[in-house]
């Protein structure tokens, strides 16, 4: 059955950079795999019931690729063999895709050491404020925060500096994070996780009121939520295994994206992208326009001012919008087994109740839609 279990290993990383970090990461996921096995056997479980426990305990990494916003087109996973010419191609195709394949390998090895701190392994010992980093922002444009098997939650800072605070249950230096200042940004990447068992931490990220750049914060195994209120150039959360939660944001572009969980605001401004795969989307108020998508889940939006297109698409769930009175739209909506209600019927063309198209509201006119495979769609009724 360990071999059943490589074979599956193998799986989930085709298509994936084949290089040394990952490799070395793929063995480590393979041996805790291997002990949560054993373990579950220990526990009295017939050797299907144990491999089955341990593959729905790990999830499907091909997940965090999409994540990882790939164009659609995995790397090449002989990329680490390839010769130079070859990974002159696969670097380019992957830039002209959109994505850096440092920074894939990079979360790749992340998740699966995520996995194996987080999933196999219980925590032991009491967390506690272990670590604390101050660093100025004067000058910054843009600041990137990333961890592991970390929740991560931002505030408002009481100084004109960016303050993370690190509570663990350790007191082990390599464990901290490091910051690296470049010409007008902060990247603050999370300290050693390969081959450590058993921690457990928080992440407190509290951020100058006056800061109106970038950020960017992304964990594998964790929430993130954001409180108060927020005014910045682009605001981007990802989790793949926990709740993504902000309050009031202002931003040109503000992207929110989990695999397993939630996505859920109160008040966006700006153009907005919200995806999940195992959850359900809210926005209770969002002036501006956007795209919101998942797999498993439903989608509920009100608008307080409609700016732009608005693309909304779910697999197992029903569509909802609250559209400001008046709003110009151009219509296409459609369902496969769910109906379609609207407060303007009367204005849309309808084939049987299942899809309907038109043109409704004032100018200008904005594109407006919607898809669901299993659930009804409502707009303003």
């Known amino acids: 059955m360990t071999e059943k279990l490589k074979a599956y290993l193998d799986g989930l990383f085709a298509g994936i950079p084949n290089t040394d970090e990952v490799r070395e990461a793929k063995d480590e996921l393979y041996d805790g795999m291997v002990e949560r096995y054993e373990d ?11 491999y089955d426990a341990v593959v729905d305990s ?23 063999s390839a010769g130079d010419e070859q990974r002159s191609r696969a670097r380019t195709a992957g830039q002209n895709a959109g994505f850096d394949l440092s920074d894939v390998v990079r979360k790749i090895t992340d998740y699966t050491s995520g996995l194996v701190s987080g999933f196999f392994n ?9 670590n604390t ?20 939650m931002l505030n408002v800072s009481d100084t004109d500096e960016l303050v993370i605070k690190e509570y663990m249950n350790r007191d082990d230096p390599t464990l901290f994070a490091e910051a690296t200042l470049t010409a007008g940004g902060i990247a603050v990447r999370h300290g050693r996780r390969s081959g450590v068992f058993g921690l457990q931490s928080e992440i407190e990220v509290f951020l100058p009121a006056a800061y109106q750049g970038s950020l960017s914060m992304f964990t594998v195994s964790g929430g993130i939520v954001t409180r108060p209120a927020w005014a910045l150039k682009s605001l981007q959360l990802k989790t793949v295994s926990g709740e993504v939660n902000v309050g009031s944001v202002a931003a040109d572009m503000i992207t929110l ?12 401004a700006g153009e907005a992208s919200l995806r999940t795969i195992s959850g359900g989307i ?16 439903g989608i509920r939006v ?19 919008l609250a559209l400001p009175e008046g709003a110009g739209i151009d219509l296409e909506a459609k369902t ?17 109740h299942s899809r309907a198209r038109g043109r409704t509201g004032n100018a200008p006119y904005h594109t407006v839609r919607l898809s669901s495979t299993s659930g009804s769609i409502h707009i303003n009724d």
């Not at 579950?40 to 144990?50: I, K, M, N, P, T």
């Not at 010992?125 to 272990?130: S, W, Y």
């Not at 409609?306 to 909802?320: D, E, F, M």
Request: hydrophobic share 35%; aromatic share 4%; with cysteine.
């Open 133 to 152: 980093l101050r660093l100025s922002v004067a000058g910054v444009e843009d600041i990137n925060i990333s961890y592991v098997s970390e929740a991560i």
């Open 40 to 50: 579950c056997l220990r526990e009295g479980l017939d050797e299907q019931a144990a």
């Open 58 to 80: 790990i999830g499907d990494i091909t997940e965090l690729i999409e994540e990882l916003d790939l164009g659609g087109e995995a790397p090449p996973k002989s990329y680490a």
């Open 302 to 320: 009100c608008f307080e001012a409609l700016t732009g297109p608005v693309k909304a698409s779910s697999i197992s769930g029903g569509i909802r």
């Open 257 to 268: 994206g989990t695999t397993s969980g939630a996505v859920k605001a109160e008040r966006l």
């Open 282 to 297: 809210r926005v209770e108020s969002l002036a501006g326009c956007g795209s919101f998508s998942t797999t498993s889940g």
């Open 122 to 130: 219980p925590p032991s010992g009491a967390m506690h404020l272990a």
């Open 336 to 352: 496969t087994s769910g109906r379609i209600h609207t407060a303007f019927d009367g204005e849309l063309t309808f084939e049987r």
